[in-house]
């Protein structure tokens, strides 16, 4: 069974830029969750989507933004990009919202912003 | 803000030495999970811990979770080369779905 997919898994930007980072659950799942993985931070919650409802949201401003669409696909983007965003986001797939849920990664999409 | 204080955040040992990371909180939560995650790829769960005091063992490593549910420790036996990477401890509080509290992590590397 495939995993959680991201995409792109690479990408450089400029600051002022914006971004759209896609991510498809495990078959069957219909919660993502997004996080961001900076050196300094560590994991930070940015937000979860399960079936297309926004169900929590991180202390991130509102440049980061994210969807959920029917198919449980999820995008996250970031608007005027800057230097302090580059990092690895995350993103996790699991059956529920809630519970001792079991959250599958994908392997990350590494920004860098410069 | 719950924090998750996890330490310490860097360890290197050598192969079959014995070692403990430790994941402290002043929040209680509903359940802790421990991941490992290796250099190009996202963390991989381990372990969920739900009850407080409750401890679960998974070949070499040991895991528990404190009474009180506000900690967790991890202790790995006779480490091997094959346990370095990042390991991280997250929480799980109440009513919260899926928005996990992850403690900084602890880098550990186990020569041979």
């Known amino acids: 069974k495939a995993g959680v997919t991201q995409t792109p898994r690479y990408l450089i930007k400029t600051r002022g830029q914006q971004v759209t980072l896609s991510c498809s659950p495990i078959?069957?799942?219909?919660?993502v969750s997004w996080y961001q993985q900076t050196p300094g931070q560590g994991l930070q919650f940015l937000f979860e989507y399960f079936s297309e409802t926004q169900r929590n949201k991180g202390n991130f401003p509102g440049r980061f933004s994210g969807r959920q669409f029917s198919n449980s696909r999820s995008e996250m983007n970031v608007s005027t990009l800057e230097l302090g965003d580059s990092a690895l986001y995350l993103c996790?797939?699991?059956?529920?919202?809630?519970?001792?849920?079991?959250?599958?990664f994908g392997a990350g999409s590494r920004l860098t912003v410069l | 803000t719950q924090l998750l204080e996890q330490s310490p955040q860097f360890l290197s040992i050598q192969e079959g030495e014995n070692l403990t990371v430790y994941c402290n909180s002043s929040?209680?939560?509903?359940?802790l999970q421990w991941y490992r995650q290796e250099p190009g790829e996202g963390p991989v769960l381990l372990v969920t811990?739900?009850?407080?005091?409750e401890v679960k063992k998974l070949k070499r490593l040991t895991f528990q979770f404190g009474d009180a549910r506000k900690d967790s420790s991890l202790h790995i036996t006779a480490a091997q080369p094959g346990d370095t990477g990042l390991y991280l401890c997250?929480?799980?509080?109440?009513?919260?779905?899926?928005?996990?509290?992850f403690g900084g992590g602890t880098r550990l590397m186990v020569k041979p």
């Open positions: 078959s069957g799942h219909r919660s």
């Open positions: 811990v739900v009850t407080g005091g």
């Open positions: 996790a797939s699991s059956p529920l919202a809630a519970g001792a849920n079991v959250l599958t």
């Open positions: 929040s209680v939560f509903s359940s």
């Open positions: 997250a929480g799980r509080p109440y009513n919260a779905g899926n928005m996990l509290t």
